[in-house]
């Protein structure tokens, strides 16, 4: 078979074919670590955030 009949029988991958990433693999953000979220390790907008975020989860569980 040719490269011409190959590349009809079965496409042109351009990708470069690693390993898919698992969830173990990837990064987490410090906005999505816990003291971040609560804002526990100092920072007055993480502060600030987490106030907002827990007046927004009250308002919810007043319905």
Known sequence: MSDFD???MNG??????GP???GEDKV???AKKKKYVTGAHGSGSAMQKAKY???????RKGK
């Open 6 to 8: 190959d590349i009809l």
């Open 12 to 17: 042109i991958n351009f990708g470069k074919g």
């Open 20 to 22: 898919k990433k698992t």
């Open 28 to 30: 987490k953000t410090k």
């Open 53 to 59: 975020r827990e007046q927004r989860a009250n308002r």
